[in-house]
C-alpha cells in the first residue's frame, strides 16, 4: 500500500508494507494510482511530488508470487498482463501529473520499480546500498511498450543498453555517471531529505500546473503518442 502526505504545496508519497519489498499487485498499483489522482485534484500553482519509501527496497517489481499462484497457465498469463495494465496506467498517471515529481530511490529498484522510479521528472538514489535492476532478461521476458519508450526518453545510448542488454546490478554512483539520476547520497535520511528540498525548490518557482504538463508532453512526445495522451491546446497568459 502507499500513503499521500500533504504538507504546503508539496505531496509526499509514501510506498510502505509487504516486508518493504512494495512489491507491485493490484492493491499497491490501485493505491498508488489513488493517490496519484488525489494529488492531482489538490494541486495547485507550486505543487510539487516526491515519492519515498521505507525498507531495503524502493520497489522490488511485479508481486510474481500474486501472480503465480493462479491456478493455471491461463490465469497466470491474465494475471502478468494484468499488472502491465496497471504498469501503463501508472506511467500515464505521472506523465499526467500536473507538478514537477522526484523519485528518493533510497532501496534496490527492480524491473517495474525501475519503471516506476523513472516515471519521477527526477530520480535521486543512495550511493552503495541501492541498486537499479532490469531482470526481464534473465527471466525471459519481452518489456512492452510503452516501457521501452520510457526507457528511451528518459536514458542515453550505452546507459540504455547495459540497463536493459547487460542486465547490470547499477548501483547509485554509476547511475550518476551514466546520466540515469540526478544525485546519490549515502544514507536513506538523507535521501528522502533531500528529495523533499529538491520539491520544496521546485514548489517555490510557482509554475503553473497545466504547462508544466503540456511541456512535459513535448518533451516525451514519443511516449505519449504510445500512451495515447493528446497536447491539449492552453491560452497564453499575459506577460
Same mark, same amino acid.
Request: proline residues 3%; aromatic residues 8%.
Given at each position: ?26 492493491? @499497491?498499483?490501485?493505491?498508488? =494510482?489513488? /493517490?496519484?489522482?488525489?494529488?492531482? #485534484? ?5 505543487? $510539487? %511530488? ?46 499526467? @501529473?500536473?507538478?514537477?515529481? =522526484?523519485? /528518493?530511490?533510497?532501496?534496490?529498484? #527492480? ?5 516506476? $522510479? %523513472?516515471?519521477?521528472?527526477y530520480v535521486l538514489m543512495r550511493r552503495h546500498r541501492s541498486v537499479l535492476y532490469m531482470i526481464d532478461l534473465d527471466l525471459g521476458i519481452k518489456i512492452p511498450e510503452p516501457f521501452m519508450a520510457l526507457f528511451r526518453a528518459k536514458i542515453s545510448g550505452s546507459a540504455r543498453r547495459d540497463l536493459l542488454l547487460r542486465g547490470l546490478k547499477i548501483k547509485g554512483e554509476e547511475a550518476l555517471k551514466m546520466g540515469i539520476v ?58
Amino acid at each position: 500500500m502507499c500513503s499521500l502526505e500533504k504538507r504546503g504545496n508539496l505531496f509526499i508519497l509514501i510506498l510502505t508494507g509487504q516486508n518493504g519489498e512494495h512489491r507491485l499487485n493490484p492493491n @499497491l498499483f490501485s493505491s498508488i =494510482i489513488s /493517490a496519484l489522482s488525489r494529488a492531482k #485534484a489538490e494541486s495547485t500553482r507550486g505543487s $510539487a %511530488l516526491v515519492t519515498v519509501s521505507h525498507g531495503k527496497f524502493f520497489c522490488n517489481g511485479f508481486d510474481l508470487d500474486w501472480v503465480n499462484a493462479a491456478g493455471s497457465d491461463e490465469e497466470t498469463q491474465q494475471r502478468f498482463n494484468l499488472l502491465l495494465d496497471y504498469l501503463k496506467q501508472l506511467v500515464l498517471a505521472f506523465i499526467s @501529473l500536473p507538478m514537477p515529481t =522526484i523519485a /528518493a530511490v533510497n532501496g534496490h529498484a #527492480a524491473a517495474g520499480g525501475v519503471v516506476l $522510479a %523513472l516515471c519521477h521528472d527526477y530520480v535521486l538514489m543512495r550511493r552503495h546500498r541501492s541498486v537499479l535492476y532490469m531482470i526481464d532478461l534473465d527471466l525471459g521476458i519481452k518489456i512492452p511498450e510503452p516501457f521501452m519508450a520510457l526507457f528511451r526518453a528518459k536514458i542515453s545510448g550505452s546507459a540504455r543498453r547495459d540497463l536493459l542488454l547487460r542486465g547490470l546490478k547499477i548501483k547509485g554512483e554509476e547511475a550518476l555517471k551514466m546520466g540515469i539520476v540526478e544525485a546519490v547520497y549515502d544514507g536513506e535520511e538523507e535521501v528522502t531529505n533531500s528529495g523533499i528540498e529538491m520539491a520544496d525548490d521546485l514548489a517555490k518557482r510557482n509554475w503553473h500546473g497545466e504547462f508544466y504538463v503540456e511541456i512535459r508532453k513535448g518533451l516525451y512526445s514519443e511516449l505519449c503518442d504510445i500512451l495515447g495522451i493528446a497536447s491539449k491546446a492552453i491560452a497564453t497568459p499575459k506577460l
